[in-house]
């Protein structure tokens, strides 16, 4: 495989991965706002907030690793010209 061909191929994972994210925080706020809308308060049983209790820092993570392989896969994909270099040695 060339460099292209793996640019391009990091590049679908990056946007899989993102889209990923994406869903599993939607579905997420689907959930909360279900629970919301059926007891009418954001509060539990036991006193702790549903908004709280979210831990973003996964979210922030795939999208800190999608990004990373977005911009690694435009790089090999656009900018990298070592195969052409390696090919006129």
Do not use: P
Not at 16 to 26: K, P, S
Not at 75 to 84: A, I, N, S
């Amino acid at each position: 495989m060339n460099q292209k061909q793996i640019g391009t191929i990091v590049i679908i994972a990056a946007l899989a991965i993102a889209g990923f994210v994406y869903l599993a925080r939607e579905m997420e706020e689907r959930y909360i706002n279900s629970i919301i809308h059926e007891t009418g308060s954001c509060y539990l049983a036991d006193g702790t907030c549903l908004h709280e209790d979210r831990g973003m820092g996964v979210y922030a993570a795939g999208w800190a690793i999608s990004a990373a392989l977005l911009v690694f896969g435009v790089y090999l994909r656009f900018f990298d010209k070592t195969q052409e270099f390696m090919a006129e040695q």
